[in-house]
């Protein structure tokens, strides 16, 4: 999913590989990209399911407009993966409706 | 409440150019951002813009983004991102949202430059992920180095569904179609015919009917409608794909404007909701401009001017400026910005344009608007293509440019004079016969269109050469052999790559010269590595 070698950008500035914790899993990122471009490059499309219908969503905008790839990272729901940077050792969790668990019948 | 002279909402093409031709008077200019990275979607830009020497034509956008920083920095212009301006109160004050706090500024002038949001269409399916919008893959691809799928179906034939396409292609995706509901493409023919001639189909009176797939795309469901956009039963096709790229228009963000009481307009030429402004992009309510997409909907070329349009009235206004300087100033962009807006894809109707003629009375290619390539024998008449009769003396130029588009590098690009583009800028360039072509291969690749070839059908007996610009990786080794492909896309059969130049002065764009039997000299148009 990466271009490695871009004809007219040639290759992209990124930080360093660092790891970070998705639904658990251990994954790898960059530093400092946003982590919906970690989550896609290891193959990750779905970043929510809605409340009501259970629907899954992912990255739509890109630009931190839609809302669409909102996750719970490091415990805070609502966070649009697509404009905040990745950190190291970032906690990413899908959200259920505002939640990060699949059972919580309070929303 | 901090106040400063001339304060900015947006950090994009048009607002970069205001603060820059405000600060250049000397007026205190701050310039608000809600993004990361200030540029607007000119870093996303990596095409060779369209136009004249002024509009900066042949200049990458991303380039265009990067100089513009520069030159608004050197004046001391403040830029704050990450700052959300919230709304525009009486007495031009405004709110800003920074670091979780909101704070408050006034200012004696506003510009309004937020630019625009991309459309959206709605179809059963729609909110799958793997349905984008084509600004979610640039951002993607161009910004973050990343593919945003393997195969994609890029909704829509405007110019920007075809030059997302063509990026799409470059990053090393395959775009499996581009399909549009209205009979015609869209966008500029060179860049449809770019995509068509690497085998890129265009499915024209085609919509999208659904996307297939419970967790993720797994496919999409398009079928063709009728001239009264009725879908036609039965003509239902299955293309496999993982994304869905959609590219059906922009809508000017014009919140700021309504909460400024700007007078506003539904105007569909315009993108739609746009504040009503007078020539200098002033607002009904005075001291509050609008300038680029948020006015109407426009190429960032435009914008630019627009932007320095507003920013030169209000150093008039502020006295920073003199009135014959202003006026000098404002006739000189006005121009430039006319320039802009002539030709059959300009800033009006387009449902009264011709379909049928350029403005100098050329028979528009009319497979070029329905399958994005023009046939061989629709390519004779136009004036860029070198007469018949004169090419047995050596290379030559075929300037496929048969749209009238506001652009005219390429008779900058030839030394020798060999390409003129006479009277307006968006007339068809033409070759002159009497000059020596040297096949330097400049005019090949100032062409934002890549729509120029350079063909010697003198190279052996038997064979000829056709030189073309080539943007992809890798860059194919001097001996190695592919497939010559027809401006279709279709394979002719073999052809060997004779030399392949590049530098710096190119920009990234190579000229691949390719050895193909002579009889294809007039067809061969894309290699195709093995």
């Given amino acids: 999913m990466r271009i490695d070698h871009h004809p007219i950008l040639k290759t992209f500035e990124k930080g360093k590989l660092v790891k970070f914790l998705y639904d658990g899993k251990v994954m790898e990122g960059y530093e400092g990209e946003p982590i919906a471009v970690a989550l896609r490059a290891n193959g990750v499309m779905i970043h929510r399911y809605t409340s009501k219908h259970n629907d899954p969503r992912g990255v739509f905008c890109a630009i931190g407009r839609c809302t669409d790839c909102v996750m719970v990272v490091d415990g805070e729901p609502n966070i649009r993966t697509c404009i905040t940077p990745l950190q190291e050792d970032m906690k990413i969790e899908t959200q259920y409706g505002i939640s990060n668990n699949k059972e919580d019948e309070s929303i | ?530």
Wanted: overall charge negative.
């Fill in chain 2, 1 to 530: 409440m901090k106040r400063y002279e001339l304060i900015i909402i947006g950090a994009g093409p048009a607002g970069l150019s205001a603060a820059i031709e405000a600060a250049s008077n000397g007026m205190q200019v701050i310039v608000f951002d809600e993004n990361e990275r200030p540029g607007g979607q000119l870093f996303k830009q990596i095409h060779k813009f369209f136009g004249s020497k002024e509009h900066k034509a042949k200049e990458r956008g991303f380039r265009i983004g990067e100089k513009l920083l520069k030159e608004a920095e050197d004046l001391g212009v403040e830029v704050q991102l990450k700052a959300a301006v919230m709304g525009i109160f009486d007495d031009k004050e405004i709110s800003v949202m920074l670091d979780g706090r909101v704070e408050h500024y006034r200012a004696n002038n506003i510009v309004i430059a937020t630019g625009a949001s991309e459309k959206m269409l709605p179809f059963p399916g729609w909110t799958l992920p793997g349905v984008i919008g084509a600004g979610a893959a640039q951002t993607m691809m161009n910004l973050h180095g990343l593919k945003p799928g393997a195969r994609v179906l890029m909704v829509g034939s405007g110019n920007v569904g075809l030059v997302v396409g063509y990026q799409l292609l470059q990053a090393g995706c395959k775009l499996e179609a581009v399909i549009d509901a209205a009979p015609r493409v869209g966008g500029y023919g060179v860049h449809a015919a770019k995509l068509a001639r690497t085998g890129v189909p265009f499915y024209m009176s085609h919509t999208i009917k659904e996307a297939d797939g419970d967790s993720c795309v797994k496919g999409a469901a398009i079928l063709a409608v009728d001239s009264s956009w009725q879908p036609i039963p039965g003509s239902e096709k299955y293309l496999e794909v993982d994304t869905i790229c959609m590219a059906v228009g922009l809508s000017p963000m014009s919140q700021l404007a309504r909460t400024a009481h700007c007078e506003m307009e539904n105007n569909p030429l315009k993108g739609g909701l746009v504040s009503i402004c007078n020539k200098y992009g002033e607002t009904s309510t005075p001291g509050v401009y609008a300038v680029g997409d948020v006015a109407g909907i426009e190429e960032a070329s435009s914008a630019m001017i627009q932007g320095k349009i507003a920013g030169a009235a209000i150093s008039f206004d502020k006295g920073y400026i003199s009135e014959a300087e202003f006026t000098t100033r404002y006739e000189e962009y006005q121009n430039s910005l006319m320039q802009l807006r002539e030709g059959m894809f300009g800033h009006k109707d387009k449902d009264s344009a011709d379909t049928e003629h350029t403005e100098e009375g050329y028979t528009l290619s009319q497979s070029l608007l329905s399958k994005g390539y023009m046939e061989a024998e629709e390519i004779g008449e136009y004036p860029g293509i070198y007469p018949a009769e004169y090419r047995s003396k050596g290379v030559f130029p075929v300037i496929e440019c048969s749209q009238n588009i506001p652009c005219n590098p390429c008779q900058d690009a030839c030394k020798r004079g060999c390409i003129k583009v006479s009277g307006k800028i968006t007339n068809l360039p033409s070759v002159d016969t009497s000059v020596e072509c040297t096949a330097c291969g400049m005019c090949v690749v100032s062409c934002p269109g890549q729509a120029i070839f350079l063909v010697d059908e003198t190279l052996a007996p038997g064979y000829a050469s056709v030189a073309i610009p080539y943007e992809f990786y890798p860059l194919p080794e001097p001996g190695s052999k592919g497939l010559a492909l027809d401006r279709s896309g279709t394979s002719l059969g073999e052809a060997e790559v004779l030399k392949v130049q590049s530098s710096k002065a190119m920009d990234e764009t190579a000229v691949l010269t390719m050895k193909v039997p002579v009889e294809w000299s007039m067809q061969a148009r894309f290699f195709q590595v093995y």
